[in-house]
């Protein structure tokens, strides 16, 4: 197993963890990940640590489709991967309507067929074969009675074939993963129910095939503690990241088995009443999702995780040396 770092995208003030990956490079982490939501971009960061360091890869865990055309995504990759000597695995996904219409201004509809779309948009660039041109509703290139003609990418990519990773939730998009990508980025990995979720989705896979969980640890002896931080975060994406009708996060949980308590902590958080919807979240589900307590508890639970199809673990929570050097001796040790 892989182990990688990631680091999410800044909260309210901005976050240069500079030290923290020139650290987990020195430990020998895989892989560093940065993330965009509606604040700090995925790719400034990574150029910023990637001009810092030389071996760690350098990820993007998600950059979100309806922020940038499929060929300002493969500039943006291209461009990025050239000045950090070939590092770069792109994660991209298409978010949820939230995001998409609220911050964006871009439909949501038909997140399959764009992320295909996309992908194979990207690939074109990269490759340089003959221009770019897409037929399809979502990217047509060149745009239908404009004046543009099929242009092809001048810079030579370092990589025509930069690995390219899918963040998934559902199961078709788990399936469009293993069919068009090199790896797949969950959010939330209960590592015994994987098999049992997305067993038929990832039977096409080929066998190099990365599935990247991402994972909160908190190293502490105080397990009650611990747990209650998985929890409050696990409170904010169920209850308010997404829409009333269509949160992706919560449904994720129902599949898991967890779809009364999704049902009611999302209602609660709605209602306003987020201490309420904390307390409602379940101490199993918190616990099957992360990596809490102290390093022998720790131990016991990655059990699952080596057991699992999970081929590389993004922790989340950790920056301190200590706490890394920790983690690579549990994970890899």
């Known amino acids: 197993m892989k ?47 990637g001009a810092r360091t030389s071996r760690i890869k350098l990820g993007t865990s998600v950059a979100q489709l309806s922020a940038r055309s499929p060929a300002a995504t493969a500039m943006t990759a291209m461009t990025l991967d050239h000045l950090t000597g070939g590092r770069l695995l792109l994660g991209v996904g298409a978010s949820g309507p939230q995001v998409v219409e609220g911050w964006y201004g871009q439909p949501f509809a038909r997140p399959l067929a764009r992320t295909r779309e996309y992908v194979d948009i990207m690939r074109k660039v990269w490759r340089r074969e003959e221009p770019v041109t897409g037929d399809g509703p979502h990217y047509p290139l060149p745009l239908p009675g404009g004046h543009g003609k099929p242009l092809k990418l001048i810079t030579h990519p370092l990589r025509p074939d ?64 611990a747990l209650d931080g998985v929890k409050l975060m696990l409170t904010l994406y169920i209850g308010g990241m997404g829409a009333r009708s269509r949160n992706f996060h919560a449904d994720i949980i129902g599949r898991m088995g967890y779809a009364e308590a999704a049902e009611r902590v999302q209602a609660l958080y709605l209602a306003g009443r987020r201490d309420e919807a904390f307390q409602a979240i379940p101490d199993e589900l918190a616990d099957g999702i992360s990596l809490v307590g102290p390093p022998g508890r720790i131990r016991e639970r990655l059990q699952p995780w080596h057991e699992s199809p999970v081929t590389s673990l993004l922790v989340m929570g950790p920056r301190d040396e200590r706490s890394l050097t920790t983690i690579r001796d549990l994970v890899l040790g």
Do not use: C, H
């Not at 976050?15 to 987990?24: G, L, Q, S």
């Not at 078709?172 to 067993?199: C, H, Q, R, S, T």
């Not at 990832?202 to 908190?218: C, E, H, N, Q, S």
């Open 162 to 225: 930069i690995p390219l990773y899918l963040g998934a939730e559902g199961p078709k998009n788990v399936a469009l993963a293993a069919e068009l990508a090199d790896g797949w980025l969950p959010l939330f990995a209960f590592p015994a129910k994987i098999g049992e979720m997305y067993g038929e989705s990832l039977a096409t896979a080929p066998k190099d095939f990365d599935i990247a969980a991402m994972v909160m640890v908190v190293i502490s002896d105080d397990v009650r503690a």
């Open 3 to 49: 182990l990688g770092l990631n680091l999410g995208y800044w909260q309210r003030a901005a976050d240069d963890a500079t030290e923290v990956v020139r650290t987990a490079e020195r430990l020998g982490y895989d892989s560093v990940w940065t993330a965009e939501a509606y604040g700090s971009d995925a790719f400034t960061p990574l150029a910023w640590y």
